[in-house]
């Protein structure tokens, strides 16, 4: 018991169990609702799959575009799959270079059949994505 002049912090106790809450993973005890992944998301035609492509051209992650962002750059054909995939990576390390840091997602403008389309890149814990403005 604690006497009436008792601070916390006095007793190392109460760092150990500050220490304890803020180390917590606030999500260890929640279930998830759903869970909706990658996998899915190819199954569903969400996502395509460019994973052999993407081995092909030397890249070490699974490599996936949204379905409109296939559509749009014409990834269908196998050159502009690999020149969308190259330019890619390469707008990846360039802006990581300049940076000076690992970066996650680009902004960049791609050339498909039917012109420019303005895209983005991300790569996460899944892979490498790839997608068009507006889509998340």
Do not use: K
């Not at 909706?36 to 070490?60: C, F, K």
């Not at 050159?79 to 995939?85: E, K």
């Not at 403008?109 to 389309?117: M, Y």
Request: some cysteine.
């Amino acid at each position: 018991m604690r006497d009436e002049n008792y601070r916390w912090g006095d007793d190392p106790a109460d760092h150990r169990e500050l220490d304890a809450w803020l180390t917590r993973d606030p999500w260890a005890d929640l279930d998830p609702v759903s869970v909706y992944t990658r996998a899915d998301a190819i199954a569903d035609g969400v996502l395509v799959d460019a994973t052999p492509a993407a081995q092909a051209l030397g890249l070490a992650v699974p490599a996936a575009f949204t379905a409109r962002a296939w559509g749009e750059l014409g990834c269908a054909d196998g050159d502009a799959l690999r020149r969308v995939l190259g330019a890619v990576a390469l707008a990846l390390v360039m802006e990581s270079r300049m940076r000076g840091r690992d970066v996650v997602r680009v902004e960049l403008a791609l050339r498909g059949p039917e012109g420019w389309v303005a895209c983005w890149a991300a790569v996460d814990g899944d892979g490498l994505t790839v997608g068009c403005e507006g889509e998340d």
